[in-house]
């Protein structure tokens, strides 16, 4: 194996860690902000609720 296809797949794994943790972030990312929107509509509802 040269050193060129060497550079390539070291290239290939790094680029598929980066990718993983990308899409990991973005989990992250889409289950906090469902966190946040579920608070915000209790905090809604409560406020609503005292002004009757």
């Given at each position: 194996m040269g050193?060129?296809?060497a550079v390539t797949f070291i290239n290939l794994i790094i680029l598929l860690?980066?990718?993983g943790f990308g899409i990991y972030g973005f989990v992250?990312?889409?289950r906090l902000a469902?966190?946040?929107i579920k608070a915000f509509d209790i905090?809604?509802?409560e406020k609503n609720n005292?002004?009757?």
């Amino acid at each position: 194996m040269g050193i060129a296809a060497a550079v390539t797949f070291i290239n290939l794994i790094i680029l598929l860690v980066l990718l993983g943790f990308g899409i990991y972030g973005f989990v992250l990312f889409v289950r906090l902000a469902n966190r946040g929107i579920k608070a915000f509509d209790i905090y809604i509802n409560e406020k609503n609720n005292n002004n009757l």
